[in-house]
């Protein structure tokens, strides 16, 4: 069996190509992890500048006829306790 020999400068060249790759993907990766922050930060954004709404109902209130309706057309959260 023949031991087949590399050249040396088709070896660095291989190894030159391969970090050029490596960097990359490096480049890539960061870029990747960056977006994904950026990405977070915005959902984040948007999610926390809408106004909470809290609606309390209470079922015991004059005759016990509390009713709610919600969004009611134009009124929102407009309650009708059973005298219209």
Excluded: C
């Excluded at 954004?45 to 009611?72: F, L, M, Q, R």
Aim: aromatic content about 14%.
């Amino acid at each position: 069996m023949e031991d087949k020999q590399i050249p040396y400068f088709v070896h660095e060249a291989n190894m030159a190509r391969m970090e050029r790759g490596s960097k990359r993907l490096w480049i890539v990766l960061i870029i990747t992890i960056i977006l994904l922050f950026a990405s977070n930060a915005f959902w984040l954004y948007e999610w926390t500048s809408y106004d909470e709404v809290v609606t309390d109902v209470d079922i015991d209130s004059g005759n016990g006829n509390a009713n709610y309706i919600g969004n009611d057309g134009d009124f929102q959260g407009d309650i009708n306790n059973g005298k219209n």
